[in-house]
Nanobody, 124 residues
Framework: QVQLVESGGGLVQAGGSLRLSCAAS????????LGWFRQAPGKEREFVSA????????TYGDSVKGRFTISRDNAKNTVYLQMNSLNPEDTAVYYC?????????????????WGQGTQVTVSS
């Protein structure tokens, strides 16, 4: 089992950057595929990015491709989401998620563990 805690959210102006972190407790962090999702008020949870166990493979949602970068540090049990060129449409609660899998997972229902989320607000 793993527990996830996100941090790094906040208020930023359009065009700015933020880096989110998700720290995991528990054993075998490197056995988990990890993902980032976001959910804006009144909208469904949206896939943002996923990373493989080793960090060697990544994938992104179309709306963030080229602007966001996912990475992980297995020695620190942490996954990151570097967000650049933010715009108001990126405003949402951002969640990290984990699953014991070697695959890149895009569907929220396929993840077993979730953090509590961190709010990102981008002002115009």
């Amino acid at each position: 089992q793993v527990q996830l805690v996100e941090s790094g959210g906040g208020l930023v102006q359009a065009g700015g950057s933020l880096r989110l972190s998700c720290a995991a407790s528990g054993r075998s962090f490197s056995s988990y595929g990890l993902g980032w999702f976001r959910q804006a008020p009144g909208k469904e949870r949206e896939f943002v990015s996923a990373i493989s166990r080793s960090g060697g493979s990544t994938t992104y949602g179309d709306s963030v491709k080229g602007r966001f970068t996912i990475s992980r540090d297995n020695a620190k049990n942490t996954v990151y989401l570097q967000m650049n060129s933010l715009n108001p449409e990126d405003t949402a609660v951002y969640y990290c998620a984990a699953r014991l899998t070697p695959m890149l997972i895009k569907r929220p229902r396929d993840y077993d563990y979730w953090g509590q989320g961190t709010q990102v607000t981008v002002s115009s």
